[in-house]
């Protein structure tokens, strides 16, 4: 007999715990860098419950991995998200799509409910790109948007390869590539920003997902010493990123809307307190939900690199670290939530 299909928060919570408890640090965050013995500590324990579960577990070349209930013919429902972790993580960012993935799955198998089609729920590899840019890297191999190969040969911030610690890990499977298509996919997600908070609101539906574009920036100048160098002959990289950074913010202030920016890493070498840096390394991340927009500022952000590089004396070199199209979700789906 059916029973009404009913969500247990405390069962829910109580996996959110124990996935917590897998590298957890200060403040209540964790960090679980992709493809780190930490992520393969997650990986095994959530792979654990999708089996507890009855679930036909996968893994892909890449080491996503996808649990779908067996025995039907119908694309799945997949719920989802990923359970890497930058290096300050928070407990529910990410996880809390694929664990609430899990809980209503078990929750309308203890209901006894018939349907017509079967539930997934999967965990897409190194979502974060902390470790290994770009970000998103397991889920666009999955729909064919980035070559494997290329994937696995992505080299990390310290000097590893994304391959040779998939296979370390032992998360190099050999499901198809490009994978499944869904039916339909959803994510619950933890609110990152504050704007739902401010406003009282409990619950958003998302209609769309920004454009990304991020950008390396390196900036070579003249090293010199800082209390014997005029001011008039200097070729200072930190001053130009200085500027570079106050730009970023002013044009996102100036476009207003969806548009922001955000300068999230900077390197300076030799980097010491008393002599003028040799080179400056800066990142630029820039967002937007209108693709025509998010074009304009990254024009607008070379345009003002090839001023700075003459002005100052200085050679500046860009590299595009991710680069993403905003995408509009499915009405029917988005009215549902």
């Known amino acids: 007999m059916t029973q009404p299909i009913l969500i247990s928060i405390d069962r829910l919570m109580a996996r959110i715990e124990a996935l917590h408890q897998i590298s957890p640090i200060e403040g209540g965050g964790n960090a679980r860098l992709a493809f780190t013995d930490e992520d393969k500590a997650g990986r095994d324990l959530v792979v654990s419950w999708m089996r507890d579960l009855g679930l036909e577990v996968s893994v892909d070349g890449i080491g996503n991995v996808v649990a779908v209930q067996p025995g039907f013919d119908a694309a799945p429902v997949m719920m989802g998200s990923h359970i890497d972790t930058v290096a300050t993580g928070g407990r529910f960012d990410g996880n809390l799509g694929v664990l609430a993935g899990l809980e209503v799955i078990e929750a309308v198998i203890d209901s006894g409910a018939q349907l017509e089609r079967p539930l997934a729920v999967a965990f897409f590899s190194n979502e974060e790109g902390a470790r290994f840019a770009p970000d998103m890297m397991g889920s666009l191999v999955y729909v064919g948007g980035m070559a494997l190969e290329e994937a696995l040969s992505t080299e990390g911030i310290d000097g590893t390869f994304v391959g040779a610690e998939l296979d370390r890990i032992g998360y190099m499977g050999g499901s198809p590539i490009p994978g499944m298509a869904p039916h339909a996919f959803v994510e619950m997600h933890v609110e990152q920003g504050p704007v739902l908070e401010e406003e009282g609101v409990t619950i958003g ?111 500046i070199s860009t590299t595009t670290l991710a680069r993403f199209e905003p995408v509009v979700f499915a009405k029917p789906v988005v009215d549902l939530v």
């Open 205 to 315: 539906a998302v209609e769309s997902v920004q454009g990304i574009s991020w950008t390396e920036v390196n900036i070579t100048g003249q090293s010199n010493h800082a209390g014997t160098t005029p001011m008039r002959l200097r070729r200072d990289p930190a001053y130009v990123a200085a500027e570079i950074m106050v730009f970023v913010r002013e044009l996102a202030l100036r476009y207003g809307g969806d548009q922001v920016a955000t300068t999230g890493r900077i390197e300076l070498h030799p980097n010491l307190v008393n002599v003028v840096p040799a080179t400056a390394s800066l990142t630029v991340d820039l967002r937007n939900t209108d693709e025509a927009v998010l074009a304009a500022a990254e024009a607008e952000l070379m345009f003002r690199l090839d001023e700075l590089a003459v002005a100052e004396g200085v050679l």
